[in-house]
């Protein structure tokens, strides 16, 4: 009688154990997958990142010149949530660190824009610019040169 128990339990107990392992299997394939899904999941480079910011740039100032202040806050807003994603997609490389540095230029440029100050805007837009080339001067970007835009990049868009 002992020994059918015995043999009872321990079969109860290899089965709880096999359905375990069953599930531990499922579960690692799933975290498998989901591994796989991160690995392959687009991220913008830091290149990348910086020709949207450029072009935001741009449109930033055409827009500051023109008096439109709803489009000046738009364009605004694009360059800080760029500026976000460098931190965010960027964060392993070094120089994505010093990114707050155009930061004290923005809050100023908003003020401008707030105020319908044209010569603040000018001068604050000046100082972002300034603080584009510093960073990229002091990472070894010396040539990549940014400066106040002669001419709207798009043909296509009125500011
Ligand atoms: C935190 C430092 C930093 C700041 C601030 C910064 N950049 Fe850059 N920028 C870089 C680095 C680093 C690269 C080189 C990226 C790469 O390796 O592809 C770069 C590259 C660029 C490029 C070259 C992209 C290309 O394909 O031609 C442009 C344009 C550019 N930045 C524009 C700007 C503008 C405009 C601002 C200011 C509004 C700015 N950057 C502010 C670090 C910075």
């Not at 020709?51 to 055409?62: D, P, V, Y």
């Not at 000018?122 to 990549?144: D, F, G, K, P, V």
Request: proline share 3%; aromatic share 8%.
């Amino acid at each position: 009688m002992k020994n059918i128990i015995t043999i009872a339990l321990l079969s109860i107990l290899f089965s709880c154990n096999q359905q375990n392992s069953d599930i531990t299997a499922e579960l690692q394939q799933r975290i498998t997958n989901l591994e796989d899904k991160i690995g392959n999941a687009y991220k913008p480079g830091l290149g990348e990142l910086m020709g949207s910011i450029q072009m935001h740039h741009s449109k930033l100032w055409f827009a500051g010149k023109a008096k439109n202040r709803k489009l000046a806050e738009f364009e605004l807003h694009e360059l800080k949530e760029i500026i976000a994603d460098v931190s965010t997609f960027q964060s392993e490389r070094k120089e994505s660190e010093q990114i707050g540095m155009i930061s004290p230029a923005l809050d100023i440029i908003e003020t401008a824009i707030k105020e319908n100050n044209s010569p603040l805007f000018e001068r604050s837009y000046r100082q972002l610019t300034n603080s584009c080339n510093n960073c990229h001067r002091i990472n070894h970007y010396e040539y990549i040169i940014i400066k106040v835009p002669e001419v709207p990049v798009f043909g296509n868009q009125e500011f």
